[in-house]
Each structure stands twice: as structure tokens, then as C-alpha cells.
């Protein structure tokens, strides 16, 4: 499957937040031989432009559940950073 294919089906099922919010979408991968967290977070506003991406890896990750809930802390940290304080979350599944 080519890359443009796969992003087309991403963005058709992404669904914008209620007006005045940020939707953050955000992923974690983690493997468990390494304990190594690879995780992202993109947002966009509730008209679908797009704000930002954040991305980072962290060591000594015990599951994968705390991969997710790392990637989410990280994804609301950016935001709120970024003057942000009406965000939707949502995890990539």
C-alpha cells in the first residue's frame, strides 16, 4: 500500500473536536526486549488545520500501557505549553 493511501484512510476517520477546542491524537510503540518508548502526538483544530506534532523516545518503559499514558501526558504537556486549554485526547488504536 502506497503512503498516500494509508493517509488518506487516516485522515477520512479523524473526526474534528467541538468548536474552540484542539483535538490531539497522539501513539506510543514499545518494545519490550529494549523497554524503549517511540511515541508521537499531532493536533489540528476543529475545522482540520493542523497545529503541530510532537516526538520523543524514553527508556526503561515497563509496559505498554504506560507507553500510551506517557504519550498522552506528553501530548497534553505540548499543548498546554502551547497556550492551549481547550484539548480533546485521543489515542491512536
Not at 1 to 8: A, D, Y
Not at 10 to 37: C, E, H, V, Y
Amino acid at each position: 500500500m502506497e503512503p498516500v493511501t494509508m493517509l488518506k484512510g487516516a485522515i477520512q476517520g479523524w473526526r474534528p473536536p467541538s468548536s474552540g477546542f484542539i483535538k490531539m491524537n497522539s501513539d506510543a510503540g514499545w518494545d519490550k526486549s529494549s523497554r524503549l518508548d517511540t511515541m508521537g502526538a499531532v493536533w489540528r483544530d476543529a475545522k482540520g488545520v493542523f497545529g503541530g506534532a510532537v516526538f520523543q523516545q524514553l527508556h526503561h518503559v515497563d509496559s505498554s500501557l504506560v507507553a500510551e499514558a506517557l504519550a498522552l501526558r506528553e501530548a497534553l504537556s505540548v499543548a498546554l505549553q502551547q497556550g492551549h486549554r481547550r484539548v480533546e485526547m485521543e489515542r491512536f488504536t
